[in-house]
């Protein structure tokens, strides 16, 4: 039995931040983090393989994604309804990491 591919509808180029990782119950390693587009702060999730690329990447870092619009609702303790958006990301492209400067004087 074949793994279904999941189709991306949304690609996004952007400033990579807030990454926060760890494993699953399962033992998968993931990632949430933050892609700035300039316009937009996108929360986006990663797994295994993609995780490992991104968690290598410094915060600053601008990169391309391709990943799968998800929306969750849930019910908050004050009996509120939330819709939380998420990116699945499908697959990364680092475009550059930002530079540092070592000869900067304070």
């Known amino acids: 039995m074949s793994k ?3 189709k991306p509808n949304c690609h996004l180029e952007g400033v990579l931040s807030d ?6 119950r399962a033992g998968d390693a993931y990632v ?4 700035y587009d300039g316009y937009y702060y ?9 995780a490992d690329t ?5 915060d600053g870092s601008e990169i ?14 004050s009996g509120v309804k939330r819709t939380v958006t998420n990116i699945y990301t499908l697959s990364v492209e680092a475009m550059s990491e930002p530079e540092v400067q070592d ?3 304070y």
Do not use: F, M
Not at 42 to 50: F, Q
Not at 64 to 77: F, H, L, N, P, S
């Open 42 to 50: 996108h929360k986006c999730v990663a797994w295994v393989d993609i």
């Open 4 to 6: 279904k591919r999941i």
């Open 103 to 105: 000869d900067v004087e």
């Open 64 to 77: 391309k994604i391709e990943g799968q619009i998800r929306y969750k609702t849930y019910t908050d303790k």
């Open 54 to 58: 991104i968690n290598q990447l410094p």
């Open 19 to 24: 990454k926060k990782g760890g494993n699953s």
């Open 32 to 35: 949430n983090y933050t892609l």
